[in-house]
Each structure stands twice: as structure tokens, then as C-alpha cells.
């Protein structure tokens, strides 16, 4: 694999960018890494062939000299490589690894060495609850909730004027620190400055050097027409600010509807149980029911209809989120039996019961006396 040719030894186009360079070389330092390949001379030699490249391409100013001079300009002075396996540091395993737990654990959204890492505000989620009319028309509806907001008499840096902040001394404002051990050179996250190269010297007192203050705030949601229990809709930056310039989250409104004193929501479609009279469902006729927008219309009730019939009324059911179709109304009938019937009604009710060939319970009860008399 040797080659004086940088752009061959890792695999990339002369074109290539950062990104590209340094994803090449992670997958060639682990490959060829003595500590995979004990005892094996020529992946050592690799190894430190690769390290050499990625020290000349991952330098702006290596590489603007290698392009236009190739690896002898490097040599006559304008910067050296690494010559061997000894001197692997900055661009080491080590540091490898900790870019990558970096990015896995750190939402950086810039965060060179030596400048301060932004980092992405939380997601923020709570609850609106509205009545089923609301959801059908849709509605603004007020949302009060806590979160956390730059603060605003030091807009964010934490500190106490541009004074405040001071270079770091343990990484001296490069925002990492090398340690060494053997043949190696690891290379991590300041600890002290937590990677920024800057240290608060002093906080501000609003906020405690935190750059952040929990607050109380009210925004208005607008909730869509047809939405749907448990729905859940977004607010693009309505979370917690971020730190040091970054993202502000996201919030997170799930939409809970009210019990509704008539309707039954099933999907676009809306239940409504009917009381019929037993009379009037035995003779037919027309009752009026109740529909979402206020108001009632009136419905036929054939004659004979059972109990438990469901009529379908097209159209008068909930609006959907597209604004062109609506549900249905199902009308389930439900039938009403008179608990306190006048003599009339009584008299009426056993002479049906007769013409039906039923015999009502007074004649009932008649007929067990007698046949208690008569043996």
C-alpha cells in the first residue's frame, strides 16, 4: 500500500471533502490499527502510512502545499509529515474515538476545537384539551407552559459582561487535551471548560452563568378542523432555547377531546343514540336529532323499526383535515318504554295485547285466583 500519493492511500477523490477525508481514514486506522493486527509488520506499516496522509489532508494548509508541490514540498520545509508510527497525536485513535462519542453524544451544531459548541434545545411536550366542536371547526386555543429561554441580560453566555469570559488555562482555549501513553497520544474534551476553551470567570446574576432561565409563556395553537383524539401537532422552536447560540427545541401540543354529552366520535363518523317511542316505532313517522354544527334536522322513522336500528345520515357527520369531506351521522334508535301509564294508556295497551292474542297481566292474575277456588 505504499504510495506517496496521500489521496490513493485513504481511498478518496483529489476533490474530497473534510468530512469525506476523515470518514475514509476512521475505516483504514481501524482496519490496519496494530492492536487489531499483533505482530503483523506490514499492517504497522500501513497504519503509519495512513496516519501520514490524514496528517497532510486534514491540514488546509499541508494539503494547499502537497497539492501544488507534492510530498517533496512537504519535505523542503513547508511542513513535515508524520515520519513514523511514534509520532501519531493529534490525528491519533484516540482522538478518533472521541470525535465519534462526540457525535453520538453531543448535539454540536458547529463546535470546532477552540470555539464554543452550540448544543440543541429540548423538546417540549404538553396537552390541550378541546370540545368535539372545536375539533370539528377547528380553533386558536391558549397554551400556558414553562420553558427555558436565553437569558436575556447576558444573551446567553453566562457571564457577567465581555469580561466575564476568560481562555481557559488548563487547555488554553484550545478546547482539548492531549495525554500520552506509550507509543500514543489521546486526545479528549478539556474537561475543565468542557471543550469550549473558555471558562466563566464571572457569572451573571440573572442567571447564574447558566445562559438560561426557566420562564412562563403562553402561545396560541392552532388546531386544524377534523383533528383527532390524541393528535399530535408540532411547533418548530417553541422548546427550550439552546445553549451557547444553538436550536431552540421543538413543542409537542397531543390533543385530548372533551365527553360529549350526545355525540360518540368514531372516526370521521358521529354516534347519536335516538329515544324512539315504543308507538312510534311500531306506526312510523319523524323525530328530530341533533347534528354537531347546533341545530336539529329531522329523520324518518320507518314503521316497524326495531330497537337498535342505526340510520346512516350522510354528510353530517366530522370534517376531515383536508377540508372536503365530512363523516356521517349514525342515528341509533334506541326505544322508550312509558314507566307510568294513565288508565287510558293501560286500557289501549291490553286491548293490543289482546288483539295480538297476549293476554295482559290483570287476566293473568285472574286466572290463578280462580284456579286456586276451583281446585
Known amino acids: 500500500m505504499a504510495s506517496n500519493d496521500y489521496y490513493r492511500t485513504l481511498g478518496v477523490a483529489r476533490n474530497a471533502g473534510d468530512d469525506e477525508i476523515k470518514t475514509a481514514y476512521r475505516k483504514l486506522a481501524m482496519k490496519y490499527h496494530p492492536d ?11 497504519f503509519k502510512e495512513i496516519n501520514e496522509a490524514y496528517e497532510v489532508l486534514s491540514t488546509q494548509e499541508k494539503r494547499q502545499i502537497y497539492d501544488q508541490y507534492g510530498a517533496e514540498g512537504l519535505k523542503a520545509g513547508a511542513g513535515g509529515g508524520r515520519g513514523g508510527f511514534g509520532g501519531f497525536q493529534g490525528a491519533d485513535l484516540g482522538d478518533m474515538f472521541g470525535d465519534l462519542f462526540e457525535n453520538l453524544f453531543t448535539q454540536g ?28 371547526c377547528g380553533v386558536k386555543v391558549p397554551v400556558n407552559f414553562e420553558r427555558t429561554e436565553v437569558c436575556q441580560e447576558c444573551d446567553g453566555t453566562g ?19 492531549q495525554y500520552s501513553q506509550g507509543f500514543f497520544s489521546f486526545s479528549q474534551a478539556c474537561p475543565d471548560c468542557g471543550g469550549q476553551g473558555e471558562v466563566i470567570s464571572t457569572p451573571c446574576k440573572a442567571c447564574s452563568g447558566a445562559g438560561r432561565q426557566k420562564k412562563s409563556t403562553s402561545i396560541n395553537i392552532k388546531i386544524p378542523a377534523g383533528v383527532e383524539e390524541g393528535a399530535v401537532l408540532r411547533v418548530s422552536g417553541g422548546g427550550d432555547a439552546g445553549l451557547r447560540g444553538g436550536d431552540s427545541g421543538d413543542l409537542y401540543i397531543q390533543v385530548s377531546l372533551k365527553h360529549h354529552p350526545h355525540f360518540e366520535r368514531q372516526g370521521r363518523d358521529l354516534a347519536y343514540e335516538c329515544p324512539v317511542a315504543v308507538w312510534q316505532a311500531a306506526l312510523g313517522g319523524e ?9 336539529r334536522i329531522k329523520i324518518r322513522i320507518p314503521q316497524g323499526t ?28 334506541k326505544l322508550e318504554v312509558p314507566h307510568d301509564l294513565t288508565p287510558r294508556q293501560r286500557e289501549l295497551f291490553e286491548e293490543l295485547a289482546r288483539i295480538a292474542g297476549h293476554e295482559s297481566p290483570a287476566e293473568d292474575k285472574e286466572k290463578g285466583f280462580f284456579k286456586k277456588i276451583l281446585g
Not at 487489531?36 to 500501513?46: F, I, L
Not at 323525530?287 to 341545530?295: A, K, L, M, R, Y
Not at 353530517?316 to 334508535?333: A, E, F, I, P, Y
Open 36 to 46: 487489531r493486527n499483533p505482530g503483523n509488520k506490514e499492517s504497522e506499516s500501513t
Open 159 to 177: 457571564a457577567r459582561g465581555k469580561t466575564g469570559i476568560r481562555k481557559c488555562p488548563a487547555c488554553h482555549g484550545a478546547g482539548r487535551v
Open 109 to 136: 451544531q458547529g463546535g470546532g476545537r477552540g470555539k464554543p459548541r452550540t448544543r440543541r434545545g429540548a423538546d417540549l411536550k404538553y396537552g390541550a384539551s378541546i370540545t368535539l366542536e372545536e375539533a370539528f
Open 287 to 295: 323525530t328530530d336529532v341533533p347534528v354537531i354544527e347546533g341545530g
Open 306 to 333: 326495531q330497537h337498535g336500528k342505526i340510520f346512516r345520515v350522510h354528510g353530517q357527520g366530522m370534517s376531515s383535515t383536508n377540508g372536503k369531506d365530512r363523516g356521517d351521522l349514525l342515528v341509533k334508535v
